[in-house]
């Protein structure tokens, strides 16, 4: 059968002919431009608003900042705990809410994206049409794919950069970092890389499926499956040092790198470089103290395995790494599936 | 027109289309139901064999002495970062899933026929569009309400431990909207939410969008809001009182949907 729909046989027309790239950039626009509009225009929509938010949550932050003996015991009910406090009631719950919407962005986007991008013209039966183009089914899809994927990447790369400014005031309030999950998702590299992904994932099923909703529900499960999983793995990422727990502290205090560095595993030795006994270990780790290097007795060393904030970028680039190579996975199946199935 | 699709009035058709309807039902939404029953056994499974972990780690934690050593702040500290991590998420999921069967099971209920023209066929049946309209959205609503009330029910016993450690009470909203009684309503609001709006728009994909959006508007409401506005202040009037209404407002988007069905020309 499909032999009738494949076009121009190769021996009447060998040279394939030139891209006609402006063409096909017009035909994905015609089709996909409710998501080419309405992505861009929601994100922008939502962008004013943390310009606006932000200056305030900025604003609000600087106060604080400003305010002399902040968190000194005689001012601890003063003037400057209450701003404080206003900052944390009033800026803070939006500021949260704005995170939960940010961890949600990505699979809403791919979900909306790539369910429909082919499970459309395979559920409406306009493939048969489509594909039988003299433009070639594949090289249609793979058009179809970059010029969408390329532009949800770029725009939600900007919206990241536009969220981490906004947030960080948040980071030295709230005792969070720049390597706390929602925060590390949500910005730089790593979520226009989780947005591709889960846009993959969508342009992917509603292939395999060939059904837009339950696409849809399956790129839920996917993607919320790989988010887990870039969770589980982050800490094995070889960007981790070794070092006993004074180096630690002295970073805690840098003003530059708010925030708590990422303490994997903590462990006491002893005397002579041994393991410590369970009930020494345990005593000096959850002893009481200032804080926690105080309390270890002469002879014992706590040590860290950890993550140094600094080593937040090459996180960023490992991360979005191998979520690209997941991504550019998918879409190569896609186009795979797309090849195989009969007109 | 209309005339044409009514039912016959011939005695003794109820019976023999109830079951049909029901099994036209089955068909139609399968997939849905199926997954549903899917989501549903895997949500009591998980909830019973880590909340008998859980039930064990707090009661040792209770049983500890003196509560301010060393042992018992490792247990607790133990308790709070892998136990509490838990009972967390499976909430946020809890509280996530009427959004999620909101926005995939409501808007095809009717959206799906209008939007393959297939409704010209379905609605032309003996059995007419307003009783066929009725009897997808009971059929579903139910189902989709008796497994909420199920998983309520048994989420409420999961989550007593963190009552206690983690300074919460049934006032939170967050742990009043989970209860069997509130949650069930929710779910049922959700579910005539999305098949109202998919009846509106007449489309799957947009009404899937807008669906979330104003489900989770009125929820933030409710929480942040209403609540605090109800003429009831003690847990269970609360809860009916909020059942009640939300009951309503489900039989009002049922009403709606089935006069939009009823307006629409073939």
Redesign the interface.
Known sequence: MSVLTLPAQPGQDTAPRPLPWRRMAWVTWRQQRATLISVPAVLGAVAVFLVIFGLKVHHDYAAIVKCPLVGSVQNESGACQQLFSRFNATDWPLGNTCAILMALAPVLIGA?AGG?LLARELETGTYRYAWTQGLGRERQVIAKLALVGITLAVVTGAFGELFAWFFQPFLYTEELNVLTDTVFSARGLVFPAFTLVAFAIGAFFGMLLRR???A??AT?GVYLAVRLAAWGVRKYYPVAVVTSNSKIFSQFQTPSLPGFPWILTTWVTGPGGKPASPSVA??IL???GPSPGASVPAGYTEWNRWIPLSHYWPMQFIEAGWLLVIAVALFAATVSLVRRRAA | MTVFTRPARAAGLGQAAGAGMLWVTWRQHRGLLASVLAVFVAAVASMLVYGQRIHHDYAILRACRPAASPGCQGLSNYFNSTDWHLGNYLQVALLAAPVLLAMFAGPPVVARDLENSTYRYAWTQGIGRVRWTVAKLVIIGAAVTIAAFAIGQLFAWFFTPFLATEQLTVYTPSVFGTRAVAYAAWTLTAFCLGAFLGTLVRRILPAMAITPVLFAALAALTWFDLRHDYPVKTFWPMQLFEAGWLLTLSAALIAATVWLVRQRAE
Do not use: E, H, S, T
């Open positions: 909306f429909p837009i909703v339950p849809m529900a839920l345990n005593r959850n002893g009481p």
